[in-house]
């Protein structure tokens, strides 16, 4: 089962229209959305539905923000990073990392 979870590494996930405008100068991804993207992202490569995803706060919408999410699955339990690596507008590109 290591060998499909290292596969996490480097994922690319293009959260757009994901934005929410916090404020003129604060944009930001929500938790719920990130943990919905983690949700898909290892269910394809574990081939089971996690059982918990938890990210404790919404992700910044600028290049090389972090948050870092917790995933408890049938497999294992591991962290993630999600790291914004561009933001265009509404579109937010984001890797998830094993941690």
Same mark, same amino acid.
């Not at 996930?13 to 993207?37: K, P, Y």
């Given at each position: 089962? +290591?060998?499909? *979870?290292?596969? *996490? %590494?480097?994922?690319? @996930?293009?959260?757009?229209?994901?934005?929410?405008?916090?404020? /003129?100068?604060?944009?930001?991804?929500?938790?719920?959305?990130? $943990? =919905?993207? %983690?949700?898909?992202?290892?269910?394809? $490569?574990? $081939?089971? #539905?996690?059982?918990?995803?938890?990210?404790? =706060? #919404?992700?910044?919408?600028?290049?090389?923000?972090?948050?870092?999410?917790?995933?408890? =699955?049938?497999?294992? +339990? &591991?962290?993630?990073? /999600?790291?914004?690596?561009? @933001? #265009?507008?509404? #579109?937010?590109? &984001? +890797? *998830? +990392?094993? @941690?």
């Amino acid at each position: 089962m +290591n060998a499909r *979870i290292a596969r *996490i %590494i480097g994922t690319t @996930v293009a959260a757009g229209g994901l934005l929410l405008g916090l404020s /003129a100068c604060s944009m930001s991804v929500s938790s719920e959305d990130v $943990q =919905s993207e %983690i949700t898909s992202m290892v269910k394809e $490569q574990l $081939q089971t #539905d996690p059982t918990k995803v938890d990210c404790p =706060s #919404d992700l910044d919408a600028k290049v090389g923000a972090t948050l870092t999410c917790t995933v408890e =699955s049938p497999v294992r +339990n &591991f962290d993630v990073v /999600a790291t914004v690596t561009a @933001v #265009d507008g509404s #579109d937010v590109k &984001f +890797n *998830i +990392n094993e @941690v």
